[in-house]
C-alpha cells in the first residue's frame, strides 16, 4: 500500500503538477465523502478496536467460536424453529430443530393431522425474552475454564452463584433463606431423592445388615401429584424408605411410631394451586418443591420459610436441560447428609451449568426481575385466558378454578397463570380425557399418571409459542364440535 | 450525520461556491489520506465485516461475553494461577485462583512452609494443551440455546455427541462399541450407580414390600480400589445389593446360590495396573470403570470389549467439573434400567455438559489425537520418570512397579505413565505413610482409602506443573535426609 501513504500521495500529487480544479467532480465527491466515512467506521463499527478503558480489547481465541455460534443462530427457521450449535447436521449444513407440527428444511410447513405435543412439560415459553437479552445471556467458555473437580474453596459449589441465587430470592420475596445451609444439585429431581434419602436416615442408627427392613419411612405425597417422588423411591428400594402414596390415611393419627416424609409441590403440578402439607407432627418430615413459587406462575404473597425448600432453574429461566437446582436446608445435620448424598451420586452440579446459570440469572437480575418476570406472566397469562375463553363454551370440557393471588414482587394483586391446564371431561362416558383430546389432534398427560382419575388430562401450557397456538385451534374446533 | 452524506457535501461545497485551489493544503492532506485510511480499516481491522462466504460475519450478541472472557483470561497470574469468569471478585475485580501454595494478588508469592496438595485426583496437567487450543476449544452458548429437556430426538442425549464419541473410540482403539447401546451420565460416578442399581435388579423379580432383604447381590471390589462403589452401596442401603468388600473369599467356590456383581478398574486407581476381575461365572456381573484406559495414562494394547464398559470426561479431557460420562451397555435390558434410572436420579447428563463435551471431543479428535494423547503421555511419563529418579535413591520409600505396554495407537511399546504414585514406606516403623509424608509437607491419600494397608500413599501425578514441581521438591528434600 505504499503508493497510497500520506506524504506519497501529496509528492505524487505535486509531481504529477495537477492542477486542482482540474480533478473531475467524482475525484471531490469521493475525497469530502470519505472523511465522514472514516469517521462513521471508527465510531461505530470499532467500539472494541478502541481502546475505552480496560473493557474491549480485539477478539483473539473466542472470534471463531463466537463467529460460528452467531452464523448457526442466524439460519432462519421461518420463525418455527432454530439451528441448535450441536444440532444435527447433514452433509455438513447444520439443520432446522422444528417445533411441533412444523417441518421442511425451513420449518415453514405446518404439518396436516399432527398432533400438538401439550403432554411434556418442556418449557420454552420464555425464548423471546432470551432472543431479546442475547447480549447479557451469553457464555464463552475457554477450553481450559475450570480443570478439575473443585472450586476456589475446595467445594463443588459456585460461591459466586450462591450470591446471586441469594439476590434473586430477596427480590422476588419468594423465599427467606436466612440461617439456612445452600446446597446445589443437578436439577431439584436430584435433590429431591437427596432429600428423601437423607430426611429418612434415623440419626443413630445406620442399618446395613438388612435387619431392619420393616421399619421404613413412608414417602407419600397427595394427588394429583407429579409422581417423580414415587419412581424415585420405588426405584432404589431403599432399606430406609417406602413409598406409601396418599397421606390421607394417616391424616389427624396422632400414632406416632411411624414416620414419615411428605413431598409438597407448591405451587402444585399439575393444578397450580398453593398447597399445603397434609400430615403434621414431630413424625412428619416435609420436602417442598417451590419449583413454580416464582412470580410468572404465581402471586407471591409471602417468602417461602420452610425447612427444606427446592427449587430449579428449568421452570425459572427454562433451562431444564442444563441440570440445575438447588436447596435451602435448615438443619444441618439434614444438609451433610443431603452434601454427601450429591457427592457420592455425582459428584455434584455440572461446572458449565452453573456457570450458564450465574449468567442467565444474572440477566434476569439487571432490572430487579422486572422484564422477565413481567413477560412470563403476562405470557402465561394471556394463555390461560385464551384456554379459558375456549373452553367457557364447552359443555364438556372443564378447566382447574384458580384464584388471583397478592404479589408482593408485582405490587398487586395477579390473575393466575399457571404451568398447566388441568382439563376435566365432564360427561359420565368420556372416561379417558387424553383419549379424546387425542381424537382431535391433541397429546396431554393422561390424570391417572398424576394418581388422579383418567377423567382428567393435563395439557402444558409452558411450550413455544406454536405449541399453545396449535393447542388453542385444535380446542377451539373440538370445542365447536359439540 | 446527515451533513455528512454524499450529495449533502457536494450541495453545500457548489453552494458555497469555494474555489477548491484556495483550500488550505493540510484540507488536501486530510482529504487525500482519508481514502487509504478507509481501506486500511476495511481490509485489515474488520476481517469479520467483509463477507467472505458464509461463515464471517459482524459479531452482534455474542460480542460483549467474548471480550469478557478474553478480559478476564488475559489477567496475569504469574502462570501460577488463573481467572475464572464466575471466580472471586473483590471490589468488582475478579481475583487470581493460585495454583496450591502460591498466594498474592497475581500468585507470584511462593508460600513457605505450605503443604503440597497431592491428594485430591484433580486431573489439572493438561491445562497447557487447552491454552495452546483455545480457538478450536472455546464454546460459545446463547442465552435461548436449548431450552426445555430433550434434543430433537425426544431423548436426553446429544447424538451428534454420540457420533463423535464413538469416532474418539474407533480413532484411539480402546474400545469396542460395535453392537453396544450408549448411555450418558454424570460421570463415571453416576453411570456406576446406575449399573449397579441395574445389574443387581433380578429381571422377573422388583421387591417392594421387604420381604427379601436377605437376598441381596452382593458387590464386591479387589484392593486397592477407589471406595466410590463402597460409599454409594452402603449410601443407598438398598434391598437390591449390598456391600461386601474384596471377592478374595468367593474365588473359586462354584456355588452359585449368591449374586455378585464386581466393580473393576483397568488401569485401577491407585495403582495405574491393568487389572482382571476376580470373580467369574454365571452369578457375577462385571462392570468395567475404565476412566484412565487412555493413551496419556497406558498403552492402548488391544480395545476393551466387556458388557458394560464406562468412562468418563474427567480423566480424559481434565474437565472433572463438568460431569459428564458414558457408558456401552450390551444387554438391552441392562440399558433400558440404567437409562431408567438416569431419568429418575437427574434426567440425564446436563446438556451444557455435553456441548461443551462435543467441542472439546472435536479438538482432541482434530488430528486424530496425535498431540492431545501425545502432550498428556510425554506429561505424565516425564513426571513419572522423575519421580523415580527421585525414590530410587531412597531406602526409606518405594514406588509401584509399572511395565511397558504394547500401544496400537502410538504404534510402539510405551513406558509407563500413571495418574498415581503409589508409594510405599518400606520400614517396619513407618506404619502411618500419609503421616510421614504430611511431616515433610506432602499430602497424599492414605492406604485405608483404598482399603490397603496405611504403609501406601497414593500422590497424584494429574495435578498442574506447579503441584508436580512442588511434590518433587519435597520428595527430593525427604529422600536426602534419608
Known amino acids: 500500500m505504499q503508493i497510497c501513504s500520506i506524504p506519497s500521495i501529496a509528492k505524487l500529487l505535486i509531481s504529477m503538477k495537477i492542477h486542482v480544479p482540474e480533478l473531475p467532480m467524482i475525484m471531490w465527491v469521493v475525497l469530502i465523502s470519505s472523511i465522514p ?11 472494541y478496536y478502541i481502546n475505552i478503558g480496560r473493557d474491549q480489547h480485539k477478539l483473539s481465541w473466542s472470534r471463531g467460536a463466537a463467529e460460528e455460534a452467531e452464523a448457526v443462530a442466524s439460519i432462519s427457521c421461518s420463525g418455527h424453529g432454530r439451528v441448535a450449535l450441536d444440532g444435527m447436521f447433514i452433509e455438513g449444513k447444520p439443520i432446522c430443530q422444528c417445533n411441533s407440527c412444523y417441518g421442511g428444511d425451513d420449518c415453514s410447513i405446518l404439518l396436516p393431522d399432527c398432533a400438538v405435543d401439550a403432554h411434556s412439560g418442556n418449557p420454552r415459553f420464555l425464548e423471546p425474552y432470551w432472543r431479546k437479552n442475547a447480549a447479557s445471556s451469553t457464555v464463552v467458555v475457554a477450553g481450559w475454564h475450570r480443570l478439575g473437580y473443585t472450586y476456589e474453596d475446595d467445594s463443588y459449589m ?4 450462591g450470591n446471586v441465587i441469594q439476590k434473586l430470592h430477596a427480590v422476588v420475596g419468594n423465599a427467606n433463606t436466612t440461617g439456612k445451609y445452600i446446597l446445589f444439585g443437578a436439577g431439584a429431581t436430584q435433590l429431591l431423592n437427596a432429600a428423601i434419602m437423607s430426611l429418612s436416615q434415623p440419626p443413630s442408627q445406620h442399618s446395613n445388615d438388612g435387619g431392619n427392613c420393616l421399619l421404613r419411612t413412608n414417602v407419600v405425597a397427595s394427588a394429583p401429584f407429579y409422581p417423580v417422588c414415587k419412581m424415585q423411591t420405588e426405584m432404589y428400594n431403599s432399606l430406609n424408605f417406602k413409598w406409601r402414596g396418599d397421606p390421607s390415611s394417616w391424616k389427624n393419627k396422632s400414632d406416632s411410631s411411624e414416620n414419615f416424609i411428605e413431598v409438597v409441590t407448591s405451587p402444585s403440578n399439575p393444578e397450580g394451586k398453593l398447597k399445603d402439607p397434609v400430615l403434621k407432627g414431630a413424625s412428619v418430615k416435609t420436602i417442598y418443591d417451590y419449583a413454580y413459587y416464582w412470580p410468572h406462575y404465581t402471586g407471591i404473597s409471602s417468602p417461602a420459610n420452610t425447612d427444606l425448600m427446592i427449587f430449579t432453574l428449568s421452570k425459572l429461566t427454562g433451562h431444564g436441560g442444563s441440570r440445575f437446582g438447588w436447596a435451602f436446608v435448615k438443619d444441618k445435620a439434614v444438609y451433610e447428609r443431603m452434601a ?53 363454551k364447552s359443555k364438556r370440557f372443564s378447566l382447574q378454578k384458580l384464584s388471583p393471588h397478592n404479589c408482593s414482587f408485582f405490587n398487586q394483586v395477579t390473575d393466575p397463570s399457571p404451568a398447566y391446564g388441568w382439563v376435566k371431561c365432564v360427561r359420565e362416558e368420556d372416561r379417558d380425557c387424553a383419549a379424546v383430546l387425542k381424537s382431535a389432534g391433541i397429546l396431554g398427560k393422561k390424570g391417572s399418571y398424576f394418581s388422579a382419575d383418567d377423567k382428567y388430562v393435563r395439557l402444558n401450557l409452558i411450550g413455544n409459542q406454536d405449541d399453545f397456538d396449535l393447542l388453542l385451534r385444535r380446542m377451539d374446533t373440538l370445542v365447536s364440535q359439540e
Chains 1, 2 share one sequence.
Not at 466515512?37 to 467500539?47: G, T
Not at 459456585?158 to 452463584?161: G, H, V, W
Not at 397469562?381 to 375463553?389: A, G, P, Q, T
Open 158 to 161: 459456585s460461591r459466586e452463584l
Open 340 to 392: 454427601h448424598y450429591l457427592e457420592v451420586n455425582s459428584v455434584g452440579a455440572s461446572q458449565d451449568a452453573q456457570l450458564r446459570a450465574l449468567v442467565l440469572l444474572r440477566t434476569v437480575l439487571k432490572d430487579d426481575g422486572r422484564e422477565f418476570f413481567g413477560f412470563g406472566h403476562k405470557t402465561l397469562r394471556e394463555r390461560l385466558v385464551k384456554l379459558n375463553r375456549s373452553l367457557s
Open 37 to 47: 466515512l472514516n469517521n462513521l467506521l471508527i465510531k461505530n463499527i470499532h467500539p
